[in-house]
């Protein structure tokens, strides 16, 4: 168990909805990092925070948008979906903002049908 | 755009065997992880190499990093079936917690 916890862990919707995804760091983790994993793309960073404030940006969708509350954790908002955005999606937490050992969620299987 | 890439994709071997995957940017990292991970979880940390050169060991499992920290090696001794997994290597290029990973590598160790 490392920590993290997301939620929820399968998710099945419709083309054209939206879902929220949510995570909790590690206690004490400042920073929170959003990937998507899926067969052809392999393991994609979209986005971190740390503290509540954006510090980086991957390969994020307009479609996409995360935030990180004050008590730390996160929601990432996936919205107008597509049959291609079905994949699996980590949240990771951090200690700090740079050079830590990241630690994985056991992600959330979103399925768009 | 930094990019990784990990050989083989996909490798099954029987128990007792060895294996290096390999793991090869034309960047220079920061710093370097290994990952394992198991179907329906999340990438667990296995190392992390940051100095060129530097050799890190983990029972069966030795870990190198290049001298110009563009390359990373895995080399698994005796391979057991509890071995099997997929394993990712994802480079950190601004000390920043970015990480890009490579596609990964499927191992299957049979016994």
């Known amino acids: 168990d490392s920590g993290v916890t997301q939620t929820p862990k399968h998710l099945i919707t419709a083309t054209g909805q939206r879902v929220t995804l949510r995570c909790s760091p590690r206690s004490g983790d400042l920073s929170v990092y959003w990937y998507q994993q899926s067969l052809d793309q392999g393991l994609q960073f979209l986005i971190q925070?740390?503290?509540?404030?954006?510090?980086a940006k991957g390969n994020i969708l307009e479609r996409f948008s995360a935030q990180q509350f004050p008590d730390l954790h996160s929601e990432l908002n996936l919205s107008s979906l597509e049959l291609g955005d079905s994949a699996l999606y980590f949240c990771?937490?951090?200690?700090?903002?740079?050079?830590?050992?990241?630690?994985f969620g056991e992600g959330s299987w979103l399925t768009v049908v | 755009t930094q990019l990784l890439e990990q050989s083989p994709q996909f490798l099954s071997i029987q128990e007792g065997e060895n294996l290096t995957v390999y793991c090869n940017s034309s960047?220079?990292?920061?710093?370097l992880q290994w990952y394992r991970q198991e179907p329906g979880e999340g990438p667990v940390l296995l190392v992390t190499v940051v100095t060129g050169g530097e050799v890190k060991k983990l029972k069966r499992l030795t870990f190198q990093f290049g001298d110009a920290r563009k390359d990373s090696s895995l080399h698994i001794t005796a391979a057991q079936p509890g071995d099997t997994g997929l394993y990712l290597c994802?480079?950190?290029?601004?000390?920043?917690?970015?990480?890009?990973f490579g596609q990964g590598t499927e191992l299957s160790v049979k016994p």
């Open positions: 960047s220079v990292f920061s710093s």
């Open positions: 925070y740390y503290n509540g404030e954006e510090r």
């Open positions: 990771a937490s951090s200690a700090a903002l740079l050079g830590n050992t990241i630690y």
């Open positions: 994802a480079a950190d290029y601004n000390q920043g917690g970015k990480l890009i």
